[in-house]
């Protein structure tokens, strides 16, 4: 269905047709405006950035582009279309109709999720809240933009699911979520990563990399669910969050590229010698690699899990791509082998029920998915002669949730001596001495066509635009 831009707040869902519905978005909707201007990127709001915004959902041209002033965005609710006939994927109802409404007894699961979900996306644009002041080109600064605003378009995606769905408790919950803020010692975020903070680029560039592709995998998940219009909306959303990653990826790579080119201008990889000149040496991006992947880890939960179990078993929340890459969608038999430790600093083999580890099935496909883009960075490095080699670390270091929860390994997943764990930390994530040389380049660049000294240009532009078009308009 077509999205009508007519209504206040642009939808295709037929919002006009229930009163008291939009009426509940429309309170809310000065609510997130404010949030926005407070949380939201700081300073900008008169710019003119060149953004994307949804005409409509289908795969082709849902998109269009312009100068919008940020605080103008149209941000609205957009579902996929339906699949005509469509039915439950997996667990225990598979093969019955999808849910058009959520079932009573599935009420509290799904708000749950749904809040999780909700939560992480005006987290985000508060981590990334004063990043725009040290942009290293316009380019950059216009996708950084974009991530924002389709970040606060993801939140109302969860809000109208909410208010749609879950009435007076919902709405409660769609307060909270403008209430909650990242880092906030009171009322924090819900999720780890998402109370880390964000101010400098190549953390912005490892998040979009590594924290993003984890809200791939989440959405690609509950796009399977039962509930019809979280699906749908999850599916529309995946659209817009490849994009994202797209800007992790590339943002890695030209880093990499840049460093690359100062290391055959010098003939050496010393790193005294690469600050000299003002970029990021290798071993300094692994550590950053090392820091976000791990924190993003996290975020697909326990090994074990009893409420991703009954998650799979109610038809909550599917696997990725459930339909086409499984055989059996039910896992009342199957198993899953696991490798945990015993507590003396050994390891044991356990056998679980799948259900129960379909957060593990979920971070396992993840994993592989961060693989590409290491890949493809090495590749660069390898071209250019060099030996060193970026890569992931195991999934057992620096865990906070699940099995490996501070058992102490280094990043080959070797378990280790706490003290010893703690005297090599500053090989492996980031030191104070890495993060203050990092903020030390964060000058910002705003002459268009132009990069911080730190960073190659990009391939190509925005929308087959030239590289120096001048994305942001700064006022
Ligand atoms: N930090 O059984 P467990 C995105 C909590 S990113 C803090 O192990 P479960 C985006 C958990 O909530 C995608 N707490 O795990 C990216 C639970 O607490 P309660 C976001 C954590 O429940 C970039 C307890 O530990 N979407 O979209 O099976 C920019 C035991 O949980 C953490 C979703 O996450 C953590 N890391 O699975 C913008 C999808 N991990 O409830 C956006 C919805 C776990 O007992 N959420 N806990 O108080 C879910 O599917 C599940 O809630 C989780 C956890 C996968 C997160």
């Known amino acids: 269905m077509a ?28 609510h997130f405006l404010d949030w926005w201007r407070e949380m939201g990127p700081h300073d900008f709001a008169s710019a003119d950035v060149y953004l994307r915004t949804a005409t409509g959902v289908d795969a082709q041209g849902w998109a269009t582009y312009g100068a919008v002033k940020m605080p103008d965005y149209r941000w609205g609710i957009f579902l996929a279309d339906a699949i005509p006939e469509r039915k439950i994927g997996f667990g225990d109802s598979f093969g019955e109709p999808v849910w058009q409404q959520v079932p009573g007894e599935f009420r509290s ?52 699911l909410l208010h749609a769905h879950f009435g007076r408790d919902g709405r409660e919950e769609a307060e909270e979520l403008l209430a909650r803020h990242s880092g906030d010692a009171d009322k924090p975020r819900i999720l780890g990563t998402f ?30 669910s039962s509930f019809d219009p979280l699906a749908r909306t999850c599916r529309f959303m995946l659209t817009e969050e490849a994009h994202h990653m797209f800007v992790g990826e590339t943002g890695i790579g030209r ?36 820091f976000w992947f791990s924190s993003s880890l996290d975020l697909f939960g326990s090994e074990v899990s009893s ?35 015993d507590g003396k600093g050994g390891l044991q083999k356990e056998t679980v029920s799948l259900r129960n ?54 990043p080959e997943g070797r378990i280790i001596a706490r003290e010893e764990y703690e005297r090599r930390l500053p090989e492996w994530l980031p030191t104070p001495a890495d993060r203050t040389y990092v903020t030390s380049l964060m000058q910002r660049v705003t002459t268009p066509g132009k990069m911080a000294g730190w960073i190659a240009p990009p391939d190509r532009g925005i929308n087959n635009l030239a590289l120096d078009y001048e994305y942001v308009r700064l006022a």
């Open 3 to 30: 999205i009508d831009y007519s209504e206040k707040i642009p939808n295709n869902v037929n919002l006009s047709n229930d009163r008291t519905l939009q009426r509940a978005l429309e309170h809310w909707q000065p």
């Open 109 to 160: 699961q799904f708000r749950r999720l749904i809040v999780t979900q909700g939560d992480t996306e005006p987290a985000s644009v508060e981590q990334q809240h004063l990043l725009g002041h040290t942009c290293p080109s316009l380019y950059d600064l216009r996708n950084l933009f974009q991530v924002n605003v389709e970040e606060g378009r993801h939140l109302w995606a969860m809000v109208y």
């Open 195 to 224: 109370n880390e903070p964000i101010s400098d680029w190549l953390s912005f560039f490892c998040f979009t990399y590594f924290t993003d592709r984890d809200g791939k995998f989440q959405l690609k998940s509950l796009a399977e």
């Open 255 to 290: 880093v990499v590229r840049r460093t690359l080119e100062v290391m055959k201008e010098l003939g050496t990889d010393d790193v005294q010698a690469l600050r000299g000149q003002g970029v990021v040496d290798l071993p300094l991006l692994q550590r950053y690699l090392n």
């Open 307 to 341: 409420n991703a179990a009954s998650s799979f078993a109610n038809g909550i929340k599917g696997r990725p791509d459930e339909t086409t890459q499984y055989q059996d969608h039910v896992c009342t038999d199957a198993t899953y082998e696991l490798e945990t430790p």
């Open 357 to 410: 580890a379909m957060n593990e099935v979920l971070r396992e496909a993840y994993v592989r998915d961060c693989e590409i883009g290491l890949k493809r960075w090495n590749m660069q490095i390898q071209k250019a002669g060099h030996d060193f080699r970026l890569r992931l670390p195991s999934t057992r270091f620096r865990r906070s949730i699940g099995a490996w929860t501070n058992v102490p390994t280094d």
